[in-house]
């Protein structure tokens, strides 16, 4: 037998697979990358990515509907705009951090890393991990995912 | 003009395109999160996540390839396999939980959100961020991006 838990694969994905129906497709994360950086027009977005209108189109709707994205009137009559992160979507920060970090350690390339700093001190900040409530790094085995209910269904993570 | 930068996007992005050419398929993060809580056989993977069969082939191949996962005989004469996660697969973790604390903190459901716990402690992990040095908080305006050369290209983050 696997080791398979009690707990349903919709019951335990299901904050993961809300965050990815939103932000999971491969454009879309560009897209809020290029955002983190300060791009915020449509064609500096197309330029910047080398992506396809109509998909740039579709992607940028989706990012506002789910409120990752806002579309500001910036120019006369409206017909001038820009995409401007909301707080939701500044909180991907974590994520594209987390994700950036794991690409330069494990998918290599000829390239050396792009350095992250703390803008203030200059220095490199942390890879971001997981901790504990004290704050000591936790490896995947010594997570468990419990429901919120009176009897905690422990799930074991191997 | 809108404050884009002097790093193209192919340098900014190239961490996380490297990265998401590996994992950012939406079946593929799935996987890599069922394989976290135990899943080890194809049965088990298409039961659990209620996907196609050729699309799990495709996407355990994919990740196999990718040395996120590793395919292992467990049976007499090759005829079982089981699909471990490798470092690299078990390195996702922090990404995968960055993205449930998102999904859990900004896609709102009706259900409660699921409890992540230090398995000894059992008290709840922290969410993840960006840390600095000294292990404060950094928010996304506080971070630089730099190519890794003698004069660093300081990348405005806004």
């Keep these: 037998m696997s080791p398979r838990n009690d707990l349903s694969a919709q ?4 904050a993961i697979t809300r965050a990815l129906s939103q932000i999971g497709d491969w454009w879309s994360l560009l897209i809020v990358r290029e955002a983190m950086q300060g791009t915020r027009r449509f064609t500096d977005f197309q330029q910047a990515l080398g992506i396809a209108r109509n998909i740039l189109v579709d992607r940028l709707r989706r990012l506002v509907d789910a409120e990752v994205l806002r579309k500001v009137d910036v120019g006369e009559q409206g017909r001038r705009h820009e995409y401007r992160l909301t707080e939701k979507g500044r909180d991907l920060f974590v994520v594209l951090t987390a994700l950036r970090q794991w690409g330069d350690k494990w998918v290599l390339t000829d390239q050396p890393p792009l350095a992250m700093r703390d803008r203030q001190s ?7 991990e997981v901790l504990d409530a004290d704050g000591q790094p936790l490896r995947l085995h010594q997570v468990m995912v419990e429901h919120p209910d009176d009897i ?6 191997r």
Tied chains: 1, 2.
Excluded: A, H, L
């Design 11 to 14: 019951e335990q994905c299901c």
């Design 152 to 157: 905690p269904q422990s799930v074991p993570v």
């Design 122 to 128: 200059g220095r490199p900040v942390r890879p971001v």
